[in-house]
Nanobody
Framework: QVQLVESGGGLVQAGSSLTLSCTAS????????MSWFRQAPGKEREFVAA????????YYADSVKGRFTISRDNDKNTLFLQMNSLKPEDTAVYYC?????????????????WGQGTQVTVSS
């Protein structure tokens, strides 16, 4: 099994930046594709970004493309999400997740392992 713990959330103003991190323990981190999802109150969970295991391909939701960057440090078992030009509609609980396919996670909103989430609030 894999344990995932997110951190880095907080309250920021629109237009500012924030970096989220997710530290993994348990199974080998590098064998998993990793992703970020988010969920706002009253809304369904949505895909944000993912990075693959083998090809290094990244995937982004249209709503964050050009503003967010996903990256990973396999030596430190850590996943990052750099968020720039934040908007109020980015307000949500952000979850990191591990799975077998970045593309599949982006399309199915599913994963094998989930973190507990970290709150991001963007004021207008």
């Amino acid at each position: 099994q894999v344990q995932l713990v997110e951190s880095g959330g907080g309250l920021v103003q629109a237009g500012s930046s924030l970096t989220l991190s997710c530290t993994a323990s348990g199974r080998t981190f590098s064998r998993y594709a990793m992703s970020w999802f988010r969920q706002a109150p009253g809304k369904e969970r949505e895909f944000v970004a993912a990075t693959s295991r083998y090809s290094g391909t990244t995937y982004y939701a249209d709503s964050v493309k050009g503003r967010f960057t996903i990256s990973r440090d396999n030596d430190k078992n850590t996943l990052f999400l750099q968020m720039n030009s934040l908007k109020p509609e980015d307000t949500a609980v952000y979850y990191c997740a591990a799975g077998g396919s970045a593309q599949a996670m982006s399309m199915t909103i599913s994963a094998d392992y989930w973190g507990q989430g970290t709150q991001v609030t963007v004021s207008s």
